[in-house]
Structure formats: C-alpha cells, structure tokens
C-alpha cells in the first residue's frame, strides 16, 4: 500500500475552513483515499473516502488532485468539536480474500486544534 | 443498533495473567479487527476476522489470540500479560458488500499491565 505524508499539526480558528494536506505520491491506480479522525480519548471515526473524484458528505469534503499524488480534506465551517487526530490512509480497493483484508495501517496522523 | 461495544472500559493486571477483551457488533458486519494504540502513535493491526470461524493475524499477533464463533462477537485473548501490552485496545467492524475499508471502531478498552 502507498504511504502517506501529511503535517504533524495545525490549527483552525473556530468557524473557518479547516484544510488538511496529505500527499499519497506512490498511490496506485486501484487505491483509494481515506480519513478517518480519532477524537481524544475515542475510537477513530470514518470520515469520507474517494478514488479520482471529489467527494462530498454531511461531514467533509475530499478534494483529490488530477494526478491523485496529493489530496486535501476540507471541514468547511470548523467547531471545537473538531479538535482531533486526522489520519489520511490509503488502501487498495477491498478483495474478497482473507490475504488482502485487515491491513488498514494508520500512520501518525495530524493533531488539528480548532481554537475559539 | 448499539453499534460496536467493547468491555471492559479500563483493566488492570499483573504480568502473567490472563484475560478475555470483549468485542461485539449488533449490525450483521462480516469483518471485524482489533488493533493497539500505544501513546503518541498510530494504531497497529493485531487480529482481523473476515467472518465467522475464520481468522488472521495482523501487524502485532504475537502474545494475543482470538476466535470467531458468532457473526456478533469477536473477543482478543491475552495469554500471559506482559508491560509491553499496556495500550488502550479498539475493536472494529466493517459492513459487508462494499468495496471500501469503512470501519467502525468501538470506544476503546485501556489496559494497563504492571
């Protein structure tokens, strides 16, 4: 699978856009691109997913480039509820096979903290 | 749907003993994995189960089993605790017929072993 790169932290002011970079530069054709975020103390929590195209849902936005080298998860009016680890991850798409399931690898993730 | 539940919420134990984390799922997901997360780090995969009776190690297996008798329940075996195994512990599940990774993990079990 791709390794990811993204910043170990940011902040947001309260209200705005949060932007969060990661670059995926060796990402495959069949990969797709993941976020999750673990809230302090919780489990993580899926946020979206894409393959080439953007993606839109009630939590983020996904913003993948042309060349799929790079994406960009936007949480377009940021609260302090956001304050957490996100974890850019991407994974080849699911296979019905024992030797191919279970290896989604979280990587360090970015601290992103929303201040008021 | 209660979603993913896990017990116990903290534990504590003495090197060498045993114990059983628990994990269940009340929405008929066909995968389910338990992973570790040490402080300041990324999670790491122990066990995955791609469905009833069938099972598979992870990243990390060495120290832990695992079993997979019902579709709901998927518990993580700690065989002879070690200090090495203090972390907090998350089980997740998967939905079946979908070609993603969505998880949904449960709140985590914190382990502490002295």
């Known amino acids: 699978d791709a390794k990811t790169t993204q910043p170990p932290s940011m902040d947001c002011a309260e209200g705005r856009a949060a932007n969060l970079p990661c670059n995926h530069s060796?990402?495959?054709?069949?990969?797709?691109v993941y976020w999750y975020r673990q809230i302090h103390s919780q489990g993580p929590q899926y946020i979206i997913h894409?393959?080439?195209n953007n993606e839109t849902n009630e939590m983020a936005s996904l913003i993948i480039t042309e060349d799929r080298k790079s994406s960009t998860l936007i949480l377009p009016h940021a609260t302090l509820r956001d304050t957490a680890v996100y974890y850019c991850?991407?994974?080849?798409?699911?296979?019905?096979?024992?030797?191919?399931?279970?290896?989604?690898?979280f990587g360090a993730g970015t601290q992103v903290v929303v201040t008021p | 749907n209660a979603g993913v539940t896990q017990t116990p919420k903290f534990q504590v134990l003495k090197t060498g003993q045993s114990m059983t984390l628990q994990c269940a799922q009340d929405m008929n997901h066909e995968y389910m994995s338990w992973y570790r997360q040490d402080p300041g780090m990324g999670l790491r995969l122990i066990h995955y189960?791609?469905?009833?009776?069938?099972?598979d190690q992870g990243e990390v297996p060495n120290g832990y089993n695992v079993s997979r008798s019902t579709t709901e329940d998927f518990p993580l075996r700690l065989l002879s605790a070690a200090p090495s195994q203090t972390s907090v512990y998350f089980c997740?599940?998967?939905?079946?017929?979908?070609?993603?990774?969505?998880?949904?993990f449960g709140p985590g079990t914190r382990l502490t072993v002295t």
């Open positions: 060796t990402i495959s054709g069949n990969e797709y």
């Open positions: 997740a599940s998967t939905p079946p017929g979908t070609d993603s990774y969505e998880q949904y």
């Open positions: 189960s791609v469905g009833a009776g069938i099972t």
């Open positions: 894409g393959l080439k």
């Open positions: 991850i991407v994974r080849v798409v699911r296979v019905v096979t024992t030797d191919s399931w279970g290896k989604l690898q």
